[in-house]
């Protein structure tokens, strides 16, 4: 007679578990058999719920929490996270009272990811209130101070969070200076993030976030100082940076030193092909960018269009008047790559025909999407009335309007583009009943801003 298999010692079993968290169904089997998850002892469960929230799998998470006999901080700390990464901070808030509740007091990890929490959901009270605990609990430390940091530029606190940063009284590390200087730029606070650099050392996410602030600020002369420190660091073959590059020459409207990084990188993703095309659109070359997309089709390895490919292709032939080429853009998104139109899309497409002068085929297409209300949005109301706009009709023009204040009446920025329709059309008095009742109701437009670099 045969003796059954003895199971693998818990060390493998963990091991395991931390390695290939698909596995935690099984683990969990033999865990069961052999009464581990029974013990007073809470490190095995501990470890396979860590594993069910690694494999996607947070209500098995939950549940075996729940059924644990015996729970230390240690899986307290482990269901928060696990709630905290799948995007549910109400049950991770509840479970942080329960924690409180069940005798176990907040630990720097707690009030670590529980920031992370209120950062997500922007819930800045309830994480000024955790600040407030981590300095009485004295549980400072660099990554407290980063998650702080990163609480306070998710809600828009810039100054608070810039406070945070001088104020820590630890070395600061590159996670730290990464969460200022990507949340300077994230905010606006182009000045901090330029003067930033110069205290962090440069690495693939400074870089990156320097790239997009030149990108904003169209800072042509410190886009080119950074790209130098990235081949000098040895950031050239990087995708993610090399995007970035293109994007930043694209902005200052140098589409050739774009083309350059392109041609030299060693590997290009959908963003590199995406970014390209995008860059010759903006700048009226709608022929390169049929081209460089005609290129993307026979590229090797492989790399497949997706919803903004095509959105910036077709962009690109309205802005030239390429509408046939257009016209089969939108079919071949359709056809071949099995892709759905988006509003967006649709919008764009209804732009450029009304660009060139084809209102009936354009008040057609936007009379078939508005029968389809998901398929509608404001993007395509606006599209089409400046289309009417620019053709000089007026029936039509006047039919879009009054969907578009049945649609989105408070919206500031309708009102303005139905009084500019009213204006182009010389029916003055209705122009100015549009912006009467902008007045009237309070409505305020959000201000534009501009950013200029002087050299």
Known sequence: MTSAPRPPPMSTLLRLLFSHPSLSTTVHAVLLKSSSLSSPIPIPATALLTAYANAGLPGAASRLFDEMPARDAVAWNALLACLVRHAR??????????????????????????LKACAASRAFRPGRQLHARSVV????????????????????????AMRVFMLTKYPKDAALYNAVLSSCVENGWFREAFSMLRWTELNGISLTCALTACSATANLAYGMQVHCKALRCGFDSDTVICNALIDMYSKCGRTVGARIVFDRMAGRNVVSWSSMIDAYSRHGHGVDALDLFKMMEKAAPMVLPNAITFLVVLSACGHCGLVDEGRSMLHLMKSKYRIDPQPEHYACFIDMLGRAGQIDEAWNLYCSLTASQNKCSSAIYVAMLNACRVNMDVVRGKKVAVRMLEVDPQNPRIHVLISNFYSAIRQWSE??????????????KEAASSHVSVS
């Open 137 to 160: 609990s004295c549980h400072g430390d660099v990554i407290m101070d980063t998650a702080l940091v990163d609480l306070y530029m998710s809600c828009g606190l810039v100054e608070d």
């Open 89 to 114: 901070p109400t049950a991770a808030a509840a479970a942080f009272r329960d924690m409180a509740a069940s005798g176990f007091p907040p630990t720097a990890a707690t009030l670590c990811t529980m």
């Open 431 to 444: 122009s100015d009943e549009s912006r009467r009742v902008i007045v009237e109701k309070g409505l305020r």
